[in-house]
């Protein structure tokens, strides 16, 4: 595969990167990694899917704490439940496979108690980590699966509706999803989502984005220009009105001005979790 044209095809701009040497098929998959949200009936045999749960966790662990746990979610009435909430996002309850990354700060602080040396485990240091881990280890499984010709979607607005999967993966306090992931064979092709340049997310020495507007700019254009978003697909016009030019960063600006994730915070500070300090 042409370096050259994968990097066109990830960020819309030719990087003119000097290296000379032919890519490596997994650096050429990873840069053509995409979302999947279709897929074909062919189930995903379970023997693969422990594999690829395997490769996951193989990815770096902070401290080796080694704080994400991976349910399956088999139980098709476990997820229905789960699914019926997502009416705008079907895959949730019909992709071949479906999987919940939890951050896991439990199993450290059980293990505290196990060698007598108790430990509370719910600070933000302790969250985060767990989330790290769970999101390195999704990570890992997307591009694994990927690997063997599967397509992934990562689902996080599970988060919205703690409630539900508590009661249904039985998860107890210090145990958190970071994520859902629908795992199937691709329907199609999907599409590359076109990345910000180097010159926006890669500073040399020191944090510098002194040109963000102009490249942002420049960005939203090339973004357009591959794939723009119909009039009718603009977000929330009621409230923002209609753009004449629909940006990527007019839609998520406006996206953002939408906050998501109030009730999953407040699930956090009642289930093990404390940000409070000391
Ligand atoms: C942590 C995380 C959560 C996501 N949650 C959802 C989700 O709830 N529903 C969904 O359809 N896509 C979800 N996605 C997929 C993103 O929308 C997708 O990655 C993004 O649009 C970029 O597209 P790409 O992955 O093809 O590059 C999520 C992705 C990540 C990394």
């Known amino acids: 595969m042409n370096l050259k044209q994968l990097l066109i095809d990830r960020f819309g701009v030719d990087l003119n990167l000097a290296y000379a040497e032919a890519v490596p098929p997994l650096l050429a998959q990873i840069l053509q990694r995409r979302t999947h949200r279709n897929y074909v009936g062919r189930p995903v045999p379970d023997e693969l899917i422990d594999l690829l749960i395997a490769a996951a966790f193989s990815a770096s662990a902070k401290s080796d704490f080694q ?18 909430h997502f009416p705008a996002m079907p895959w949730i309850g019909t992709s071949p496979a479906f999987l919940v990354f939890c951050g896991d700060a ?6 505290g108690t196990l060698r007598n040396h108790p430990q509370r485990n719910g600070d933000l240091e302790a969250f985060l980590n767990a989330s790290v881990d769970a ?13 063997v010709g599967l397509g992934c979607c990562p689902i996080s607005v599970i988060r919205n509706q703690m409630a539900t999967v508590t009661r249904e993966l039985a998860l107890p306090d210090g145990v958190f999803p970071v ?15 076109m990345r ?3 010159s926006v997310t890669v500073h040399t020495d020191r944090y510098d984005d002194t040109n963000l507007v102009s490249e942002i700019e420049s960005y939203d254009r090339r973004r357009a220009a591959r794939h723009a978003t119909p009039r009718e697909q603009q977000r929330n016009p009621k409230k923002f009105g209609y753009a004449d030019f629909y940006g ?27 940000f409070d300090g000391a």
């Open 67 to 84: 704080q994400a746990t991976v349910i399956k979610l088999k139980d098709a009435s476990k997820r229905q439940a789960i699914a019926a």
């Open 106 to 111: 439990r199993r450290l602080e059980r293990l």
């Open 135 to 147: 999101a390195l280890a999704m990570q890992t499984f997307i591009l694994a699966a990927e690997n």
């Open 179 to 193: 994520a859902g992931l629908c795992v199937g064979y691709p329907a199609g092709a999907g599409h590359i989502s």
């Open 196 to 198: 910000l340049p180097p």
């Open 248 to 274: 990527w960063s007019e839609d998520k600006t406006r996206q953002a001005a939408e906050p998501e994730g109030a009730s999953f915070a407040a699930y956090i500070r009642g289930h093990g979790f404390s």
